[in-house]
């Protein structure tokens, strides 16, 4: 037995115990039947929390709240749950289908340098450096307003609009900054295609098919790196972590010897010091890559102006 419009009225009653949030139950959802399960709906807007992002679009059972709780019962959360009526209610999501998991120790700036003195211009994958599940997810829900699943999720629905034909394509393409994840990765590229088919079904279609993401990144000087400097008086510890890779670069590339003085003459506060250290040892660019793949479900409203999903 479920109980939504009580479940529903509870969460709102403990938002207005809590936050004084006013108890807001709109009129069409009163007059909805009970459901046992619902879509979870955000506000779209850079405020809400990625990790509600990730459930925007998913359809959730009251009886088994996902890892987040229920809309509403964390902490300022202005997410909404839509009662789920099948063939009525729209919803979309993706599901990522490569395992995201890498058993390789994640890599900090000061490895992005040293692979570029001594990798010899080996390309390396995200999973390799243990980075992979990191730039996927935040692409997903971090890049933009609202993560790239949920624009690929209003182009796919605009896109199965216009296709009577039933097969529905999107192909994407763009750069993105990944800074937050490492500082190392500045912006790169990520592309790739949707390919599915859409059904008619009433006033809706339902949607189905895979996506492939591709992400291609150079590293290729460190001297790049953006505000290199400000990085450097920030990470006291990477800073001297790099000072000590350097001097075991010299060691192994023997381009020469390390200059005599080194560590005095290298200091957080003179940053060009270490910029001609660097210069001296060369290096070598080399690619950042790597794949992943995300199924596609969605019912979405024949008529776009109605519909949750379209490109605003
Ligand atoms: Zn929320």
């Not at 509870?10 to 069409?28: A, K, M, N, S, V």
């Not at 010899?120 to 390799?128: D, F, I, N, P």
């Not at 999107?170 to 500045?186: E, I, L, P, Q, W």
């Not at 000072?243 to 020469?256: H, K, M, Q, T, W």
């Amino acid at each position: 037995m479920t109980l939504h419009r009580a479940d529903l009225y509870r969460l709102r009653f403990d938002r207005y115990l809590r936050f004084g949030t006013p108890i807001d139950l709109p009129l069409e959802r009163k007059n909805d039947p009970t459901t046992e399960r619902y879509v979870w709906r955000t506000r779209q807007d850079a405020k809400v929390r990625w990790t509600h992002r990730a459930n925007d679009g998913q359809i959730f059972a009251w009886s088994a709240p996902p890892t987040t709780g229920h809309p509403g019962e964390a902490a300022n959360c202005r997410c909404e749950a839509i009662p789920y009526r099948p063939g009525e209610t729209e919803f979309a999501y993706h599901t990522f289908t490569t395992g995201l998991a890498s058993s390789y120790k994640r890599w900090e700036d000061s490895d992005f340098v040293w692979h570029f003195f001594t990798g010899g211009g080996h390309s390396v994958t995200l999973s390799e450096i243990g980075q992979l599940r990191d730039i996927a997810e935040v692409y997903a829900y971090e890049t933009g307003t609202e993560g790239a699943f949920r624009r690929l999720s209003d182009q796919i629905a605009d896109e199965a609009r216009k296709s009577p034909s039933g097969s529905v394509h999107v192909h994407f393409d763009n750069t993105y900054d990944f800074g937050d994840v490492a500082f190392s990765h500045g912006r790169s590229r990520v592309y790739g295609d949707f390919d599915g088919t859409a059904v008619q079904r009433g006033d809706m279609l339902s949607i189905e098919g895979e996506t492939e993401f591709h992400f291609r990144d150079v590293f290729t000087d460190p001297l790049d790196l953006r505000q290199f400097s400000a990085w450097l008086k920030a990470n006291p510890l990477s800073f001297w972590r790099l000072v000590d890779l350097i001097r075991v670069a010299y060691a192994v590339s023997g381009v020469a010897p390390l200059p005599p003085g080194f560590y005095k003459k290298v200091d957080v506060e003179d940053v060009s010091s270490i910029f001609r250290f660097i210069s001296e040892l060369g290096g070598t660019r080399y690619k950042i890559v790597d794949d992943w793949t995300a199924s596609f479900r969605a019912d979405i409203f024949r008529n776009q102006n109605l519909s949750d999903y379209k490109i605003k």
